[in-house]
């Protein structure tokens, strides 16, 4: 629940103290709660085959951190929900440069 809008981009959040994560976040994270239907629930696309090997397709980039020196970046995975988002590496992000790219230009021109 939005506790109090701190500017036109950030809002704070009123969470249970055991999620552990920033109550200040941008708009642009937040999303309407959607519940899914008992027996509705959607069944993820299959890898698909890149050079022998099995793939998922990266649907967004959706934020980075440094972790031990390297790069990782929360990743939403196409028809997977967000519970399966995961941090990747760039060495697993190959054939998804252009989606790390776009990231970083956005971010990089956010902060300016």
């Known amino acids: 629940m939005v506790k109090k809008i701190i500017s036109e981009n950030m809002v704070e959040l009123e969470l249970p103290v055991l999620l552990q994560i920033y109550l200040v976040v941008n708009v642009k994270r937040i ?33 980075r951190q440094e972790k031990r020196g390297k790069m990782k970046y929360l990743v939403k995975w196409k028809g997977y929900t967000a519970e399966e988002n995961t941090c990747e590496g760039l060495e697993n992000l190959k054939n998804a440069i252009k989606k790390v790219e776009e990231f970083e230009k956005e971010k990089f021109e956010e902060e300016i």
């Open 31 to 63: 999303v309407k709660y959607r519940k899914q239907v008992e027996g509705q629930k959607k069944i993820p696309p299959p890898p698909v085959e890149v050079a022998g090997e099995k793939e998922y397709v990266v649907e967004e980039i959706l934020d």
